[in-house]
């Protein structure tokens, strides 16, 4: 078998065993140790973790000792540098939701169909190949999509509306929905592709064509997938950074508008960060408060895709 | 009973237009960014100092920041995903304490990069006193891509059949020689595909380093990982942002892409070859 492992090392069956049961020999201590240090090793995920939590929540506390927690989350001015600074974070989460939604709804309808192409549709040689270039999409790093939205995106845009700023949040959530297409097909097409073929079949026999097997029977089957895939979709859409924070500018505007500039949550982080607030001040320890909305948000979205997957999982 | 499949023909036609809507996006995108940046992509700029002038700027200080991160965060995520794989998949039982590490890596993956970039920035930079260097940039870096790294590894250790290392205890070998001598050496190729896909993650990320502070000043070619640095998608970052000002800056912005793009394209070859060439299926 495996020549390669034996190759490697050659050691006769006896000369282990006996090294194995010398007494007190080095080996003994080496297995004692190693899972030890390995769960040492492990446990610093939970460390990583809890540094997150403990890091945002002792400067947050701190903020909320300067900033009422009402005025935080009610106001609509955000103003930090000015003479008589204001911290509402609703012009942020106005930022972050417009730019999220308007990645969704690029986002969910594309993935979804391509996932429905890829699973029911596509041959096995072309979901072979489609696949992994779809992937590659995601596999672009989110700068350079941000270089594209602004550079490129914006402008096109321009020619079909003209008021539409230098700066907006249009283009990024665009290009962010772009983004996020390779991740709701490749998870929807991963659920709709685990329904039982059984249950196809049944429908074909009664006559139905493709599409009705697929909207009556695989989507409805595959359903808790698709959701918790859009609700992935739409964390990931929330947590990114660098696209918004080159196409949308800085602007804190409290609007519907989605022709002017956003600011979303990351990208205040983002120029917070960037503009050496003195450490100490209000602003740095908004800083701390943003992110850590941000976080609660992200991690409440994650929670409740796994929770839908879980729950509404059909059982066959 | 006609228009029902005549709906169906033209449905398929549409969900094929979905599916390949992205890969069209893609091929724009890769021809705006050569077209713009291929001109300005020559010797003088992949060796050249960063400079005031857009026509005598290189990108050689990012190049080599972006190999003395990948020197950090390389080994630092080998060991550490490594190690928690070997503990969650051979060592620990299955029980609560597993599951709530297991539950937690996930978690972990769903964090926003950003938030990864604010934890460097307090606890290495600030805290430890770090500064914005080499080994602060790495080891935020490292946290970030440490799920990935687990999680790949552990389904690379999971393929391993059980025959395999009950017939090397059967020989007398001790837990840590099968896992050394045995397991290590089967998985190597899945968790080696992991890492170099999640370093390439790694070389393109951006937010957690503009977070971490790394300076848009003319620094000297950093030489080690206590040097102040930059990289590759930290240059494009900020000719994108002077773009607006300077139209020549989205040239050497694009150019920095096509080097940037290359040097994953060339690690996510690596990874595949890797994958089709050493994996055995069991």
Partial sequence: MNSEFTKTKQVSIRAIIDENQRGNSLRRKI???????????????????????????????????????????????LKPLSQNPEFGVLPLLMGTVTSSLIAMVVAAPIGLMA?????????????????????????????????????????????????????????????????IIPMIASLSEDAMSSVPNAMREGAYGLGSTKLEVTRRVVIPAALSGIISSFVLGISRAIGETMIVTIASGSTKNFTFDVTQSMQTMTAYIVEVTGGDAATGSTVYY?????????????????????????KFREEY | MKARLVLNQFSKFIFMLAAFFGLFFLVILLVRVVTEGIGSINIDFLTGKLSTQPERAGIMGAILGTFWLMLVVAPVTMFLGVGTAIYLEMYARKGKLVGFIQTNISNLAGVPSI?????????????????????????????????????????????????????????????????????????????LTGAILSLSRAIGETAPLVVIGIPALL????????????????????????????AEYANLAAATIIVLLLTLFLLNSAAIIIRNKFQRVF
């Fill in chain 1, 115 to 179: 996932a429905i192409y890829l699973s029911e549709y596509a041959s096995p040689k072309v979901r072979k190949i489609v696949k992994p270039l779809l992937e590659l999409l995601a596999g672009v790093p989110t700068i350079v999509y941000g270089f594209f939205a602004f550079t490129f995106v914006t402008p096109l845009l321009r020619e079909f509306i003209p008021s539409l700023q230098a700066t907006n949040i249009l283009s990024p959530g665009i290009v962010m929905g772009v983004m």
């Fill in chain 2, 219 to 246: 620094i000297p070619f950093p030489g080690g990982i206590m040097d102040r640095f930059t990289v590759l998608p930290m240059q494009i970052y900020y000719w994108t942002l002077d773009a607006s000002l300077v």
């Fill in chain 1, 286 to 310: 908004s800083l701390y408060a943003v992110a850590m909305t941000l976080f609660v948000f992200t991690l409440l979205m994650n929670l409740l895709a796994r929770s839908v997957s879980k």
């Fill in chain 1, 31 to 77: 297995e004692r140790f190693i899972p030890i240090g390995l769960m040492l090793i492990a446990s610093l995920s939970i460390l990583t973790t809890l540094g997150i939590i403990w890091t945002l929540l002792s400067e947050t506390i701190e903020f909320f000792r300067r900033v009422p927690f009402l005025e935080f989350f009610t106001g609509t001015t």
């Fill in chain 2, 115 to 191: 938030v990864y970039g604010i934890l460097g920035l307090t606890v290495f930079v600030r805290t430890l006193g770090l500064g914005n260097v080499v080994l602060a940039g790495g080891l935020t870096m490292s946290l970030l891509i440490l799920p990935i790294v687990i999680v790949s590894s552990q389904e690379a250790i999971r393929s391993i059949p059980f025959y395999l290392s009950e017939a090397s205890y059967g020989v007398g070998a001790t837990k840590w020689q099968t896992i050394q001598r045995i397991i290590l050496p089967a998985a190597l190729p899945g968790i």
